[in-house]
Each structure stands twice: as C-alpha cells, then as structure tokens.
C-alpha cells in the first residue's frame, strides 16, 4: 500500500541554519504531495504542495521539489527561524479522478530552532 | 481562507462517559469530513471518512460501534466517542474538503484532546 516515510527527529537547528527534512513514498499511480506544519496543541496548517512530477510547492521561505525519480519531497529552508520550530509531517494523497481525498502521513518530523 | 472549526479543544471526563466533538466547515461546504487520531509524539492515524448523507467508512482496526460518526448536513461531522475508558484518551483532529473544489488540500480543525480518568 501507500506510504510515507519521514526523517527521524528531532532535528535541532540554530536560528538562521539551513533546514532539510527527508521525505520518501510510496504510491501506485500519481499522488499529490504536502507539507503540514503543526504547532504545538494544534491541529494541522498546509505549508505546501505539489500535485505533479517537478512541480516545486513554496510558501513562507519553504520549498520542496516533487521528485518521482527518487520518489521524494523533501522540505528545505535556507535560514530557520525560532518561530518555524513545531512538527512537520509530509503526505500523500492518491491520485485520479476516484481519489477518496484520504491522506497518508509520515510519522513526523521535530524542529527545534535554538536562538 | 477556508475555516475548519473543531468544539471543544479540550475534555477531560470519567471513564464511561461518552464525548462528542463536533467538526464544522465554517464558510464552505463538506461532503466528506476526516476523523484522526494522534498519539503523544506520533504521526496522524486515518480513523474514518465521514460522507454527508451517509455511513461513515472506518479504517481496518477502529470500532465503529465505538467511534459513532454522524454527517447530517455539509458544514457538520460529529465523532462520539461511546463508554470512554483511559485508553481512549488522545489528540482527535478532523479535516474536510470543499466539495467545490475537489482538487484542494483538506483543512484541518485546531484538534480536540480527550482525558479520561
């Protein structure tokens, strides 16, 4: 079936590193991929999102490149801010035109962003 | 932007007691409704998928005798859970999809954390 497979955290950064998150899946056919951003006691907020092979998903100094080569999308930024510190989790969801909107989430990913 | 409204944020009860949390589209329309279930420091688990009009359909390995799903109109999804005990206690999110617009991410409420004693 599918599934997505994030990078272990937590990941501790100093403000103003450059941030990678790994990201790989698994999927039959062509799923669109996402990040959500969950800060803490809170539900889920979109951070970005690609829907086909090479589209690039950005917003808020965030980016990531929907690789079907290495079946990949990992999250990158360049300078990390105290403020970005929260819990990122990567998804899939199936592709075509049946698709139940159902996503499949990675385990999650801990920043912590140190000043 | 599209609103998600999940009510309360917060219930702590005696065990047996039944809860029920409501999910709201707040300026749009949902004909399916998303019901998860987060353990402490652990990934978003799919409970079920809520259809207006309709049964909920529920993952492999969730009661549904125990998870009452209801979606009587396109702006609302209830999750009750029945006779709760300690181990249901947890961080319940929901989410919905604009009906109109098929293709857009879901948008997901601010999350009710359940306690039971």
């Known amino acids: 079936g599918n599934s997505v497979t994030q990078m272990e955290g937590p990941v501790t950064l100093s403000e103003e590193a450059f941030l990678t998150i790994n990201c790989t899946y698994t999927?039959?056919?062509?799923?669109?991929l996402f990040w959500y951003v969950q800060y803490p006691g809170e539900g889920l907020q979109l951070l970005l999102k690609?829907?086909?092979?090479?589209d690039k998903g950005s917003n808020k100094g965030f980016e990531a490149t929907y690789r079907k080569e290495t079946t990949s999308f990992h999250l990158e930024k360049g300078s990390v801010q105290v403020s970005d510190s929260a819990v990122y989790f990567c998804?899939?969801?199936?592709?075509?035109?049946?698709?139940?909107?159902?996503?499949?989430f990675g385990q999650g990913t801990t920043l912590q962003v140190k000043p | 932007g599209a609103v998600v409204s999940q009510h309360p944020s917060r219930v702590i009860c005696k065990s047996g007691t039944s809860v029920k949390i409501e999910c709201r589209s707040l300026?749009?329309?949902?004909?399916?409704m998303f019901w998860y279930r987060q353990f402490p420091k652990q990934s978003l688990m799919l409970m079920a998928t809520?259809?207006?009009?309709?049964?909920?359909?529920?993952e492999q390995g969730v009661e549904k005798d125990k998870f009452l799903i209801n979606h009587a109109s396109l702006t609302l999804s209830t999750l009750t859970v029945t006779s709760a005990h300690p181990e249901d206690s947890s961080f319940y999110i929901c989410?919905?999809?604009?009906?109109?617009?098929?293709?857009?991410?879901?948008?997901f409420g601010d999350g009710t954390r359940l306690s039971i004693l």
């Open positions: 989410s919905a999809r604009d009906k109109d617009r098929g293709n857009q991410p879901q948008h």
């Open positions: 999927a039959t056919g062509y799923p669109s």
């Open positions: 690609a829907t086909k092979a090479d």
């Open positions: 998804a899939l969801r199936e592709g075509g035109s049946g698709n139940t909107g159902k996503l499949i």
């Open positions: 300026d749009f329309q949902a004909t399916t």
């Open positions: 809520s259809n207006e009009g309709s049964k909920a359909t529920y």
